[in-house]
Structures are given as structure tokens and as C-alpha cells.
């Protein structure tokens, strides 16, 4: 099995449709991450889990919904998007709490279109 | 505010050398990363140094220097598979990751 894996890979969605992306690791980490990936744009992240508790949130919009119910499982919930939400959204997982920095093993991504 | 820089497009040849730069700005470091991502699929890890100098993996080689706030990524013998975009990424005091936005690299025959 692969280590990240991201479901829908693509997605096209209105504005008033609501859709969750899905994230699964299976590298026995303990921290999983959202980031929203723009053309020439640096990696923006979204969201952070530690041991399954959210440890960080960039201010990002409500509408965006992280659920993570275990440490190998990480959800992204989407509702009333806005067109300039259109990117590609990447799952990450790393080993470590806060305070230790380990690399992040990415997922493929979820190609996301808001008409 | 923290800053990554790094060029935004390079062309080489295919079997000759090239050097992507990184430099960056950021409120304390704990270290810098180098992925690799090929169009459509997702970043892999290629290096991190948290000291100065040189490391050699192979092909590639990541050098670091901390006064200067700069790295670079050197691809020898490169190949056309090395087409990607290539992601600079800092750790700062805060263990958090600070990306730059890439350097997409072309490979001609």
C-alpha cells in the first residue's frame, strides 16, 4: 500500500455543493496535514494534526472543515466554495510531535475545480 | 515577514549540470529541505541539511550556508526524468515548515 493516499484524485464541484476530501497514511506517523497548493504559489498549509488534536489553524475560511478521527485518517470538508478555492489540496504525514521537525511524506493530491 | 526565494523557471540540457537557488529569510532556522515534484503527482523528499556544506546523494548534492541565508540544489548528469519543479522549504524557530514557491525545470534533448 502506498504511504499517503488522497481520494478523489480530481473533483469538480458548484458553489453550493458540499464534498469531503480523504487522506489515509499508512507510515504509522502521528501527524497529518492539509496544504492548498496554487500555480507558481508557495505550499499554503491549512491545517495541522498532532496525535490527533488540531495544532494549528492559518486562518483559514470556514469553509474548510479538517476532521481527523484517527492518526492514520484525515479528512477535508468542503462546503459553499468560492472559484479562487480551485487548487490542488495535498495531504502530508510526518513522525513527531512539536518541537522535533521530521519530513513530511506527501500524498498525490486532490485536483480541485469550484465552477 | 519571512521570505523563500528561488527562480521560477530553468532550462538545461540533458547531461549537463545545473544549480537551483534558495535563499531565505526567516525568523530563526532549524534546518532546509529540497523536494522534488513531477507535474501531477506529489512532492517527494530529496535532501535536508541543517549544517553548513555539502551533501552528495547520487546525482544531487544540496550545499548550505547559514551566514548567507542560501542553499542550492546541483543536479549532475542530468537526465529528462529530472523534469519537475524543485521545492525549497525552511524550518524556522518555530518548527514550522516555510516554503518557497519552486523552480520548475526543464530538460531539453
Known amino acids: 500500500e502506498t504511504g499517503v493516499t488522497q481520494t478523489p484524485r480530481h473533483l469538480v464541484m458548484g458553489m453550493t455543493n458540499k464534498k469531503s476530501l480523504k487522506c489515509e497514511q499508512h507510515?504509522?506517523?502521528?501527524?497529518m496535514y492539509w496544504y492548498k497548493q496554487s500555480a507558481k504559489k508557495p505550499l499554503e498549509l491549512m491545517f495541522v494534526?498532532?496525535?490527533?488534536?488540531?495544532?494549528e489553524n492559518n486562518s483559514v475560511p470556514s469553509r474548510f472543515s479538517p476532521e481527523c478521527p484517527n492518526s492514520s485518517h484525515l479528512f477535508l470538508h468542503l462546503h459553499t466554495l468560492q472559484p479562487e478555492d480551485s487548487a490542488l489540496y495535498l495531504c502530508?504525514?510526518?513522525?513527531?510531535?512539536?518541537?522535533?521537525?521530521?519530513?513530511?511524506?506527501f500524498g498525490p493530491g486532490t485536483r480541485l475545480t469550484v465552477l | 515577514g519571512q521570505n523563500i526565494d528561488q527562480p521560477t523557471e530553468m532550462t538545461a540540457t540533458e547531461g549537463a549540470i545545473v544549480q537551483i537557488n534558495c535563499t531565505y529569510q526567516?525568523?530563526?532556522?532549524?534546518?532546509l529541505f529540497w523536494y522534488q515534484q513531477h507535474a501531477g503527482e506529489a512532492p517527494t523528499f530529496l535532501s535536508y541539511?541543517?549544517l553548513d556544506g555539502l551533501e552528495e546523494k547520487g546525482r544531487f548534492s544540496s550545499f548550505l550556508s547559514r551566514s548567507k541565508g542560501y542553499s542550492y540544489l546541483l543536479l549532475k548528469e542530468l537526465q529528462m526524468k529530472d523534469s519537475a519543479s524543485y521545492l525549497c522549504?525552511?524550518?524556522?524557530?518555530?518548527?514550522?515548515?516555510?516554503w518557497g514557491a519552486g523552480t520548475k525545470l526543464i530538460i531539453k534533448p
Open positions: 507510515l504509522g506517523h502521528n501527524a
Open positions: 541539511n541543517v
Open positions: 502530508a504525514s510526518s513522525q513527531g510531535d512539536r518541537g522535533s521537525y521530521n519530513e513530511q511524506f
Open positions: 522549504a525552511v524550518v524556522d524557530s518555530n518548527y514550522q515548515l516555510i
Open positions: 494534526y498532532s496525535l490527533e488534536e488540531r495544532v
Open positions: 526567516t525568523s530563526g532556522f532549524n534546518g
